[in-house]
């Protein structure tokens, strides 16, 4: 069925490290794909968006670009801080005329000094 | 910037009773969506709401829980006898509107414990 599929996790890194997250997704339509970001002890938040193919997403120094021909949506940055440290959630809707979210089971950075 | 908000943070109840989640929408959000999350498992997708009438609802939304916009700014999630199993965070979020890209604003979330 319709699904996300993040990297495992917890992945640790050091201050100004290259990050990337992995995410691929199956559906039947044409979806939207979405990045949320969970802090310690907070809500989701969005993080950034694409809904079209070859769109790319950015926001606080995050990229994801948007692969059709792959089933794509790979997070990175360039140089990570501490204070990006939480939890990553991949997110997609169906493209099939349903908007609710699909999740994917989250990746867990911790980023140390 | 406007937010999402929920109460209680954390709600312990016993096996067997009801509860309701509240939730109070960014203001010019027409739509409502209930996910849960049980510990260590995925974000699941419970139900949305719009004018007044639930949009979809998934397999998990059977007949023991229930949304109701009771006001012109509350959003609540009822459970009406609750099971072991419930206990999970509860996820309240709005959108403007509902189509594609369009992103749901989420709460900081209601910690429902099952004893």
């Known amino acids: 069925g319709d699904s996300v599929t993040q990297m495992e996790g917890p992945v640790t890194l050091s201050e100004e490290a290259f990050l990337t997250i992995n995410c691929t997704y199956t559906?039947?339509?044409?979806?939207?794909l979405f990045w949320y970001v969970q802090y310690p002890g907070e809500g989701l938040q969005l993080l950034l968006k694409?809904?079209?193919?070859?769109d790319k997403g950015s926001n606080k120094g995050f990229e994801a670009t948007y692969r059709k021909e792959t089933t794509s949506f790979h997070l990175e940055k360039g140089s990570v801080q501490v204070s990006d440290s939480a939890v990553y959630f991949c997110a997609r809707t169906s493209g099939a005329g349903s908007y609710q979210l699909t999740f994917g089971k989250g990746t867990k950075l911790s980023v140390i000094p | 910037e406007p937010e999402v908000t929920q109460t209680p943070s954390h709600q312990v109840t016993q096996m067997g009773q009801e509860v309701i989640l509240r939730c109070v929408p960014i203001?010019?959000?027409?739509?409502f969506y209930w996910y849960r999350q049980i510990l260590g498992q995925k974000v699941e997708f419970l139900v949305s709401f719009y004018n007044n009438e639930i949009s979809e609802k998934s397999e998990i939304f059977d007949d023991q829980f229930s949304v109701e916009r009771p006001d012109g700014s509350n959003f609540t999630l009822k459970i009406r006898s609750t099971k072991l199993e419930d206990s999970a965070m509860y996820f309240c979020?709005?959108?403007?509107?509902?189509?594609?890209?369009?992103?749901?604003?989420f709460g900081d979330g209601t910690r429902l414990s099952i004893l």
């Open positions: 203001s010019n959000h027409l739509y």
């Open positions: 694409a809904t079209k193919a070859d």
């Open positions: 559906a039947t339509g044409y979806p939207s």
């Open positions: 979020a709005s959108s403007v509107f509902a189509g594609e890209g369009q992103p749901q604003h």
